[in-house]
């Protein structure tokens, strides 16, 4: 990936870490909405994780700190938010660790678009990166907190979560290659 996808200055970063808090807090509405409608209920975003994406492009475009920044803050929006609307979103107990997954996910993403890594496999990097350290923290959350979370939270998410990492693995490298692409053209 060449250096023309990062953002340069401050003020671009800074709005690409709001807009992607944005995207992470509009885009899971949108797909419990249409989990809703189709039966599916929030199972259909627990499977696409629609909430990813957005901080894995601003990862990828504006760099580390603002990656790691919107994929802390973005959970914990969506939770403010949500939770004045009657069901917060992440489910509380789940909030830390998502806030911990997607900091990972951003600043992996935005330490490897440095590099000259195949997008998909920078792309792979990232998401083992974030799942790995979120893993690690609900195992220390339940051994040193006694959390009510069971070890099997940890299997179950990552199965759940299969389409919408296959579903990234289209998406981004995509978005990626287009914008590479439309920059090089001038």
């Given at each position: 990936m060449e250096k023309t996808l990062l953002c340069k200055t401050w003020k671009t970063k800074t709005l690409a870490a709001l807009l992607a808090v944005a995207a992470a807090v509009l885009l899971p509405q949108l797909v419990h909405g249409l989990g809703?409608?189709?039966?599916?209920g929030s199972k259909l975003g627990?499977?696409?994780?629609?909430?990813?994406?957005?901080i894995l492009l601003v990862g990828f475009f504006a760099g580390a700190w603002a990656g790691l920044v919107a994929g802390v803050f973005a959970p914990l929006?969506?939770?403010?938010?949500t939770s004045a609307w009657g069901t917060p979103m992440p489910a509380a107990a789940?909030?830390?660790?998502?806030?911990?997954?997607?900091?990972?996910?951003?600043l992996t993403a935005g330490l490897l678009a440095r590099t000259r890594l195949p997008a998909v496999l920078s792309l792979a990097v990232a998401q083992i990166a974030g799942r790995a350290v979120r893993a690690l923290a609900i195992a220390i959350g339940i051994y040193l907190f006694g959390a009510a979370l069971p070890v099997s939270v940890i299997w179950t998410s990552i199965l759940t979560g299969l389409p919408g990492l296959l579903l990234q693995w289209i998406l981004v490298p995509l978005i990626l290659f287009c914008?590479?692409?439309?920059?090089?053209?001038?």
């Open positions: 809703l409608v189709s039966g599916l627990e499977a696409l994780l629609p909430m990813h994406i957005s929006v969506s939770f403010a938010l789940m909030l830390p660790f998502m806030m911990i997954e997607l900091g990972v996910y951003g914008t590479e692409k439309r920059s090089r053209r001038g």
